[in-house]
């Protein structure tokens, strides 16, 4: 519901929702008289098509029983148009489950028929006032570029989250075998088209206010999957879990999205995440094995000091957090570091050695003399929907 212009009204707007056209004119008098401009709607589509054509709304009056679509849900649709506008509860028909669903999809009153007319007037006023502040806030907001503020209460982040999982799409970005100069494989990276959760990071952390990251892992394997047909063949793809993938069944199942291509996914499990709550973690990484998975330790010197997840996880291959290659060339501390780790983790613990956060050639020139072969960052490309495979580079000098 978008708004331009001076955010002060003179006379607020009011869109009553109500079935019955007699109390649906009897509470537009009574708002009238309070000072306020009022449209009505007979029912919860017909709001929901005023305020996508862009009838400019400060206020919602609602009623809860009405045929199509209940108050609730009529609320629930509001928050995923706008997330500020509040809506005024007003039913002859009182319970506590609907006064919880209303507070929880973010309601501002919830009024009890018959009201006093002055009441009802009055608390309107409030929330138009409200709105104003609410509008005030955001573009203060604004100002500082502050990411993550805009979904601040439950219904809202629920109902964002929602779009976002219907919106999401995969982004890949490759992973060089540099002295081949060919593609190693692709880190599948999700986004969304939802604008408020584009960003992975509050994607993810809106998962885990909701206390939805295992369906949302399961929404991401899926896509992916998708996608797995236009990957090279020979091509592997890198697939990050959230350490509370590991307690959901269905990504040990065969029956699973990824289960057809497991001999071509690598799953990365960062080293940031304590895996301490997932009971019996050898043996469900050994269970994932079975299945054809390789695992990946992700973010490997940007996690917890000791070397816990990565004993319990064996890896395949270790990911090289970027911390350590950023500006390597000009650091003789991090070039030692990371010589040693790659030395530790190829002789010694026979895994394979992925550095990440590579931008600059100087950066690549440096870990490449320190023994890294397989790299990954902007400077090769950076994530997008196209998978590339074979040839990357012309072929090294000799």
């Not at 209303?102 to 608390?123: M, N, T």
């Not at 090279?232 to 990504?251: G, K, M, Q, R, W």
């Not at 350590?324 to 010589?339: E, F, M, N, T, Y």
């Not at 040693?340 to 870990?367: F, P, W, Y």
């Amino acid at each position: 519901m978008e708004r331009t212009g001076d955010l002060r009204s003179a006379r607020p707007q009011v869109l009553v929702v109500d079935d019955d056209d007699d109390v649906r004119a009897a509470t537009s008098r009574v708002l009238e008289a309070g000072g306020l401009s009022v449209a009505d709607a007979c029912n919860g589509t017909d709001a929901l098509a005023k305020i996508r054509a862009g009838r400019s709304v400060d206020v919602i009056l609602t009623d809860l029983l009405m045929p199509h679509m209940n108050g609730i849900e009529f609320l629930r649709q509001v928050r995923a148009l706008d997330l500020d506008v509040p809506v005024v509860v007003l039913t002859g028909n009182p319970s506590i489950e609907t006064a919880i669903s209303a507070v929880q999809y973010g309601a501002f009153r919830y009024l009890q028929r018959p009201v006093d007319s002055d009441e009802l007037a009055r608390v309107v006023l409030d929330a138009a006032a409200m709105f104003q502040l609410a509008r005030l806030k955001r573009r203060a907001l604004e100002l500082y570029e502050t990411e993550g503020w805009l979904l601040g209460d439950q219904a809202s982040l629920d109902s964002h989250f929602d779009q976002a999982l219907e919106q999401i799409w995969i982004a890949f970005q490759p992973i060089v075998h540099w002295p081949e100069r060919t593609v190693y494989g692709h880190e599948a990276l999700v986004r969304s088209a939802e604008p408020t959760l584009g960003n992975p990071a509050l994607l993810f952390d809106a998962a885990e206010r909701l206390v939805r990251v295992r369906e949302l892992g399961r929404r991401i394997r899926a896509q992916i999957a998708k996608d797995m047909a236009a990957a090279p063949v020979d091509s592997l793809i890198f697939v990050n879990l959230h350490a509370a993938d590991l307690a959901e069944d269905e990504l040990f199942s065969q029956s699973s999205a990824l289960a057809p291509h497991a001999k071509r996914i690598v799953l990365e499990i960062t080293e940031r995440s304590s895996l301490d709550a997932i009971p019996d973690v050898r043996g469900k990484i050994a269970q994932l094995r079975a299945l054809g998975y390789r695992i990946a330790v992700d973010d490997l010197g940007a996690g917890y000091a000791g070397l816990a997840s990565f004993s319990q996880l064996e890896p395949d291959i270790a990911k090289l957090d970027m911390s350590l290659v950023r500006g390597i060339d000009g650091s003789a501390r991090k070039a030692s570091i990371v010589r040693s780790m790659i030395s530790v983790c190829t002789a010694e613990l026979g895994t394979r050695v992925v550095c990440e956060g590579v931008e600059t050639e100087a950066e690549r020139d440096t870990l490449h003399e320190l023994g890294a072969d397989l790299l990954q960052g902007y400077l090769f490309g950076r994530p997008a929907r196209q998978l590339r495979g074979g040839s990357l580079f012309a072929p090294p000098n000799k």
